[in-house]
Nanobody, 123 residues
Framework: EVQLVESGGGLVQGGESLRLSCAAS???????????WGWFRQAPGEEREAVAC????????YYRDSVKGRFTISSDSAKNTVYLQMNSLKSEDTAIYYC?????????????WGQGTQVTVSS
């Protein structure tokens, strides 16, 4: 059973930074790089939306336009962990952030989800 456990959320002021981490487990040893890992988010009253995805095997990435230049996704295959460095945070980044797994870099159709971590940015 694949498990994704997020950490690193919290309350920050606008302009500050946070780093989210996602520890993945429950899949065949050595296959971490075969998948695409990423982050979705959901703000109150809004639909879930893709934030960023990465395929660690070749470093391919996807970012939604509103976070380009502020957020950086990375991964550590030795630790089966995905990170999201979020800089210059804005109030509109406030949401629950979910770690996901999927099979294409399009970042559209996850097949596994974490439980989510709250990020709140005060203006």
């Amino acid at each position: 059973e694949v498990q994704l456990v997020e950490s690193g959320g919290g309350l920050v002021q606008g302009g500050e930074s946070l780093r989210l981490s996602c520890a993945a487990s429950g899949f065949t040893f050595g296959t971490f790089g075969d998948y695409v890992w990423g982050w979705f988010r959901q703000a109150p009253g809004e639909e879930r939306e893709a934030v960023a995805c990465i395929r660690s095997r070749d470093g391919s990435t996807y970012y939604r336009d509103s976070v380009k230049g502020r957020f950086t996704i990375s991964s550590d295959s030795a630790k089966n962990t995905v990170y999201l460095q979020m800089n210059s945070l804005k109030s509109e980044d406030t949401a629950i952030y979910y770690c996901i797994r999927e099979h294409t870099i399009n970042c559209e159709d996850p097949d596994r989800w974490g439980q989510g971590t709250q990020v709140t940015v005060s203006s």
